[in-house]
Each structure stands twice: as C-alpha cells, then as structure tokens.
C-alpha cells in the first residue's frame, strides 16, 4: 500500500524549472508526478488522484486557466496552485475566479513555494472525505489504483507503483496494441529496447496474478513483433 506521502502533480513545461520544484518536493516528502501540458494532466486525472496540483499558466496548447477551469468541472476540491511569470492583477483574478486556491508568481523563493504547498495540504485535509473507490474489474479481479491493492481469484494483493502505472496505462488503453517502447517510456521512463526483458517479466508477474491460466492469457495479450493489449472482456492471442 501507498498511503503515506501526498500525491503532487505538477503541471510546468520549463523543464529546469520543473526539475527543481521536482527535486525538492521530493526532498520535503511528497511523491510527485510531473506533466508538460495542460493535455497530459487532465488525461492522467481520469485515471489517478492527487492530494495538490501545481499548475503553470503559460502552457503549449491549452492554458492553465482552461485547465483550471476544467478540473474544477469534474472535482471542486482538490487544491490547485497556480504560478505565472505574469505579474499583471488581472491575470491573479483570473487564476482565482477560474477554481485556483491560490496564485505564485514567478520568480518565487523555495521557502514561500514550500510553505505554500504545506499550508494548502494542511487546509484542504480537514475537509477532503476519503474517497468512495469504485474497482476496475475483469474477468474474476477486481482491482483499486488509487488505494493500490486488488482482489483476484488467488485472494487480495497489495500493488506496487509499477504495478499500478502499468495497469492505469492498460486500463486506460484497452483494447490498443501499445508498442513495448511506449510502455517502458510511460511506465519507467525510458524506452530502450534492450529493456524489454524487464517489461516481459513484468507481464508474467501481472499474468500470474490475474490470469485463470498464465500459460494462457486472455485479458494480458501479447501482439507479435509490437508489444501488448489489454482486453477487459479476455480473448486469446497466444502466450
């Protein structure tokens, strides 16, 4: 189980930036998970909880205010902190009147930024209820991403990050034949293909927990000479 660090998503495309505020996060006890578009965050939201968002309002694409706007759509609590290099007042209306808890401006100092984030957690804990998780489920598994554990023919298993990054990734893809260097990229970072081995034992290790027969699987596909599918409903296409 994973249950003892908060959650951040950081929104930034400033990759030094990103890789700083990143770094000493981390360093302050938070787990974080880093996106470089407005796009990349609200897909992972469909699938993964944080307990704070720090958002960047110049973004490729889609804005920060736009984003804003469209998490607080889908969930009117989690908190968001926005920062700009922008100094103007109307944009700190903005970023407010969009769903933001609160507004940075760039340049800032890390002690204000990590007093920021604390303050914000400490705030938003009190009122934040645990939330009601409704499982993924196939065939006879039923599995829970955000507390990180599974139900399966075998019994309940606790799910490490990796397990939970690979299923978010073939849940959220079923059906789609994802080429193995993809699944390395999204789920460890890189995308060698002399990693592949990692990737096939990490399948086998998926397969023995939720397959009836592992020999045999029918919801962990392999698709020759690309990489894998998830199929929910389960349909054999060879070991």
């Not at 808890?101 to 938003?124: A, C, I, Q």
């Not at 397969?207 to 009836?212: C, D, L, T, V």
């Not at 020759?224 to 599918?229: H, T």
Request: proline share 5%; hydrophobic share 35%.
């Amino acid at each position: 189980m994973n249950d003892e660090k908060p959650h951040i998503l950081l929104v930034e495309d400033e990759m030094h930036l990103a890789r700083g505020i990143c770094f000493n996060l981390e360093q302050d006890g938070y787990r974080v998970s880093h996106v470089e578009s407005g796009e990349e965050a609200l897909q992972r939201l469909t699938y993964d909880r944080f307990a704070l968002i720090i958002l960047d309002v110049m973004l490729p694409g889609m804005n920060g205010f736009t984003v804003c706007e469209k998490i607080r759509a889908t969930d009117p609590r989690v908190p968001i902190l926005i920062l700009t290099a922008r100094t103007d007042e109307g944009d700190r209306v903005t970023g407010l009147k969009s769903g933001a808890d609160d507004y940075l401006t760039k340049p800032f100092s890390l002690n204000e930024f990590l007093l920021r984030v604390g303050g914000m957690l400490r705030r938003s804990a009190w009122y934040r209820p645990e939330p009601v998780e409704e499982g993924y489920r196939f065939g006879d598994n039923e599995v829970f991403l955000l507390s990180y554990h599974a139900r399966t023919a075998q019994g309940e298993i606790d799910l490490t990050e990796l397990e939970v990054k690979m299923l978010s990734l073939f849940f959220h893809r079923e059906g789609e034949a994802i080429p193995r260097g993809e699944i390395l990229e999204n789920v460890w970072g890189y995308s060698s293909d002399t990693e592949t081995r990692t990737l096939d034992n990490f399948v086998v290790r998926l397969r023995k927990y939720f397959e009836p027969n592992p020999a045999r699987p029918l919801f962990f596909q392999t698709v020759r000479g690309v990489g894998y599918r998830f199929s929910r409903k389960g349909g054999e296409l060879g070991p």
